[in-house]
Nanobody
Framework: QVTLVESGGGLVQAGDSLRLSCVVS????????MGWFRQAPGKEREFVAA????????TAADSVKGRFTIYRDNAKNAVGLQMNTLKPEDSAHYYC?????????????????WGQGTQVTVSS
């Protein structure tokens, strides 16, 4: 059983940075495709960034490209999300997700494991 636990959220001002972490238990993170998703109140869950299980070629949503970076931390068996130049529209509950299939995916339905999430609020 794979368990994901996120941390690092908080309240920041526009232009600030935050680093989210997702610690993986039950499986080595390098054998999992990992993704970050977010959901704001009244909106659907949306893709943020992902990294496939066998390679470190990442992909990100256009809305965060150039500002957010997903990375794998094998030493901590975790995946992180570095968020720079935050905007109020980045405010949401951020979720870490994992999949065992090869390839990278931006579809939440293709992720079998989910964490409880961490809240990020960006004030203007």
């Amino acid at each position: 059983q794979v368990t994901l636990v996120e941390s690092g959220g908080g309240l920041v001002q526009a232009g600030d940075s935050l680093r989210l972490s997702c610690v993986v238990s039950g499986r080595t993170v390098s054998t999992l495709g990992m993704g970050w998703f977010r959901q704001a109140p009244g909106k659907e869950r949306e893709f943020v960034a992902a990294v496939p299980r066998t390679r470190d070629i990442t992909t990100a949503a256009d809305s965060v490209k150039g500002r957010f970076t997903i990375y794998r931390d094998n030493a901590k068996n975790a995946v992180g999300l570095q968020m720079n130049t935050l905007k109020p529209e980045d405010s949401a509950h951020y979720y870490c997700a994992a999949r065992t299939n090869f390839g990278v995916s931006a579809q939440s339905s293709e992720y079998a494991y989910w964490g409880q999430g961490t809240q990020v609020t960006v004030s203007s």
